[in-house]
Each structure stands twice: as structure tokens, then as C-alpha cells.
């Protein structure tokens, strides 16, 4: 009991720091309530991401100077597939709840399928939904956007060509049938979601659903293994970058970094004398690259370090966000802290939640307008987020959701006393058709 209790107290403590930025319970009217999720998906199989079922998903993006065609994921597919583990998830872990704080037995799994969505679940109050029968449509508050490769297309996509060869020894050339494009494994896309005016309970219901989800694009059950590395949690009065600015960023930084390495080379050899010599022979033969050669190199290169992409996305993450006036204080799990950021720390000691109360002895001090949450955090986080930590969360959530149901369907809030609403109806074979008794 006490370990258990134990495990949850990161979570615990990461609510209560997330709460200046999230709403207690789901609200009708907009606010400006931002929570930022920067994530690199990271291909681990080859993937199809087409829309016409044969070439690749592109776009021509211009980063520096350089005017480059990369791959392109469409928030619309990363949206879809995040939805459908969504569902699954709800069904797996509360559908008997569900049901209960319906009040009968309508509540049927919830479905893709646009106009047939329930409208009740958290899954469809988070992510939206359009007109139903009762024409009602809920607002989705899941910000996806389009995001882009750091390298080109030529450098990630495989082309294949079929020609059925036959059996013959000799034959002649077939003309070869066009096999879809393949994103090749170890393709990277820098992404940021933004969930806006949302409790603690839907950004951790996010966060879990993206933890899980590994299958993104076409004919999704056969190709595209995906890993999501959760880089960050950034949450403030302000939406954040755009995915496609965090991977221009990347791009640059790598192509600066490998400028670097070329100055100190030639400097090193500058100023030891043993290497004057090829310092100088460097410098005669070699044209001195510049930042637009290195950025073609990054671009053309055949691989990327994951590790090395990971902590460019972060700073350029941050680093945008600054200049855009968004300053995020790092918060973090104490057992991960660890020195070594310009941006004020603070140190959360877990143990500070006593048992039995919610007294946390939070810091108050804070230098920017936002917090944020690193990897090893968030992966704290996670870690304790497990099946029956998600119901709980899923079983707050559906209770939270009363009054924003009631204000969407007036029909529910007249016929059902609010105090049934929410909570557990007293039976569970309740079969009067409430609903629909009411003028
Ligand atoms: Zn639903």
C-alpha cells in the first residue's frame, strides 16, 4: 500500500507543477492554457508515408540558405493513429467504468468512425469530434502539425521496382512495376503536439497513449514500427515552436557543429608545430567548407545519431521558444537531478509528499512565464504510469467531464440530476431511456 502510494508521487508532484498551465476540469470557453509535447519519432522499420499510395509524402522546405525536398509526415496520419490507440486503450482499461458514469449500458467502445463517435469518452472530449445525431461537435484540443525530415528525400527513401523475373534462365527485360516508397529505417521526424486548456489527467492520458503508440502510416499494421522518444514537456500561456522550425534548428546546428570541428582542426594544427605542415597543406588544397556545404552533408548523410539529434532538438526547441519570449523553468524528479543548465533549477524533492495529505512543499520561485520537464523526467513519469495508474486517471477524467457534457448537451443536464452524472450510477441495469424522454 505504502509502495504503492510511493510510486505515484512522482505523478502527483508533476500535477500539481503542471497546474498553473492546465484546468482543473474541461472547460466550453478558450483560454490560454498551452502544454507543449516535443518529441523525435524514430523509424525502426521502414515506413510508407504516401498519399497516393506509391511516392513517398514530400515537401520542398528552405533551411539557411539551402532549398532542400524532404519527407513529410501529415499531422492528419499521426492524429489518426494516436486516436486509434486512444480508443483501444479506453476500451482495455475502463469499459465497465465507462458504462457506470453513463449510467446505463450505451456506451459501446466508441468508434473512428467521424459521426458515429460517442462524445463522451476523454478520448472524444480531448481529441474532438464532429456533428453527431444530436448535432453536437466538441472542439479538438490536440494540436498536430506537419512535421519534416532533417535529411533529404534522396538520403531517407528507397524506391522499389518489381520485375518478375521469372524462372527462365534467359529472358528479356521487363519494364519494372513502381513498389510504394519506403521511408527507410532510421528516419527521424522532430514533432511537437500542443494540448491546449487541458487537465493534468488528459496530458498524461496523452503522453501514455504516445508512449505506447509504435505504428504510424499507411497499412499501419504491417510497416512503420515507430519509437516515440518524449524529449519534453513544455507548458506555459503561449503555444511553442512548430515542428517544422525545431528541425530547420536541428539541421543547422548539425551543420555548425561539423564547421567547428573543422576550425579547431585547422587551428590545433596551427598552433602545434609538428603539424604546421599538413595544417597548411589543408588549407592550400582543400576549399575551406561553408556552413551551406556542411548543411548539404547533413542533409545527404546516411545516418544520424539518434542520441546527438535528441539534445540538438531539445536546445532548439528552447532556444526558439526564447526568442519568442517563452522562458520555461526546469522542473524535475529529484532522483534525476543533476547540474549542468543555464536556466534556473528546481529541485523537487519527492519524499516531501506525506502520506495522507497534499501538502507539497513546492518552490515558488521561478524566472520564466512557463515550466518544462526533461527526458529522464518524463521517463520517471511514465515508468509509474501504469495500466491501473491510467485508469484512475482515465476514471478522474470521466468524472471531470460532467459539467463540460452538461454544457454541450442540455438535453443530458435536464434529464439526469447532476449528482448521477460523474459518478457511479446506483445500478448498472438502469434501462430508462433518459435521454430521450426529454421535449
Ligand atoms: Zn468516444
Redesign the pocket.
Known amino acids: 500500500m505504502t509502495n504503492n502510494e510511493n510510486k505515484t508521487n512522482n505523478i502527483e508532484t508533476f500535477k500539481e507543477l503542471l497546474k498553473d498551465f492546465t484546468l482543473p476540469k474541461p472547460e466550453n470557453k478558450p483560454k490560454e492554457n498551452y502544454v507543449n509535447i516535443l518529441i523525435l519519432r524514430e523509424l525502426k522499420s521502414a515506413a510508407r508515408f504516401t498519399t497516393d499510395g506509391v511516392e513517398a509524402n514530400s515537401a520542398i522546405i528552405r533551411i539557411g540558405s539551402i532549398e532542400e525536398t524532404v519527407g513529410k509526415m501529415f499531422g492528419r496520419k499521426q492524429v489518426a493513429s494516436d486516436r486509434r490507440k486512444a480508443k483501444a486503450l479506453q476500451r482495455t482499461l475502463f469499459t465497465d467504468e465507462m458504462k457506470k458514469a453513463i449510467g446505463d449500458d450505451e456506451w459501446d467502445g466508441?468508434t473512428m468512425i467521424v459521426t458515429k463517435?460517442?462524445?463522451?469518452?476523454p478520448?472524444?472530449v480531448l481529441f474532438g469530434s464532429a456533428a453527431s445525431d444530436e448535432g453536437i461537435s466538441i472542439t479538438s484540443r490536440v494540436m498536430y502539425d506537419e512535421a519534416y525530415t532533417i535529411r533529404a528525400l534522396s538520403a531517407i527513401v528507397q524506391e522499389y521496382f518489381q520485375n518478375a523475373p521469372g524462372d527462365d534462365y534467359s529472358k528479356k527485360p521487363t519494364s519494372g512495376i513502381r513498389e510504394p516508397d519506403f521511408f527507410k529505417e532510421g528516419t527521424l521526424f522532430p514533432c511537437v503536439i500542443t494540448l491546449r486548456d487541458v487537465t493534468t489527467e488528459e496530458v498524461l492520458f496523452f503522453l501514455n497513449i504516445t508512449d505506447r503508440n509504435s505504428r504510424y502510416g499507411a497499412t499501419s499494421t504491417r510497416f512503420g514500427k515507430v519509437q516515440n522518444h518524449i524529449l519534453g514537456v513544455y507548458a506555459g500561456h503561449r503555444e511553442g515552436p512548430s515542428s517544422l522550425e525545431v528541425t530547420r534548428k536541428i539541421a543547422l546546428k548539425l551543420a555548425e557543429k561539423m564547421l567547428d570541428s573543422d576550425k579547431i582542426k585547422i587551428g590545433a594544427g596551427l598552433t602545434n608545430p609538428s603539424t604546421v605542415d599538413l595544417a597548411e597543406k589543408i588549407l592550400d588544397s582543400d576549399k575551406i567548407e561553408t556552413l551551406e556545404d556542411k548543411l548539404k552533408k547533413v542533409m545527404y548523410s546516411d545516418t544520424l545519431q539518434v542520441e546527438e539529434v535528441k539534445k540538438l532538438a531539445t536546445e532548439s526547441y528552447e532556444e526558439i521558444s526564447k526568442n519568442q519570449r517563452i522562458n520555461y523553468v526546469a522542473k524535475e524528479i529529484v532522483s534525476t537531478f543533476n547540474a549542468g543548465e543555464n536556466i534556473e533549477k528546481t529541485k523537487i524533492a519527492t519524499t516531501s509528499i506525506s502520506e495522507g495529505t497534499n501538502n507539497l512543499t513546492l518552490p515558488v520561485k521561478s524566472i520564466g512565464n512557463g515550466v518544462k520537464f526533461n527526458e529522464t523526467t518524463l521517463s520517471t513519469i511514465l515508468t509509474e504510469l501504469n495500466d491501473d495508474v491510467m485508469k484512475a486517471l482515465l476514471v478522474e477524467q470521466i468524472n471531470k467531464l460532467g459539467n463540460l457534457l452538461n454544457l454541450k448537451n442540455s438535453q443530458e443536464e435536464k434529464a439526469r440530476p447532476s449528482k448521477a452524472r460523474g459518478k457511479k450510477a446506483k445500478t448498472e441495469t438502469t434501462s430508462t431511456p433518459v435521454q430521450q424522454n426529454v421535449p
Open positions: 466508441c463517435m460517442c462524445q463522451k469518452c478520448e472524444c
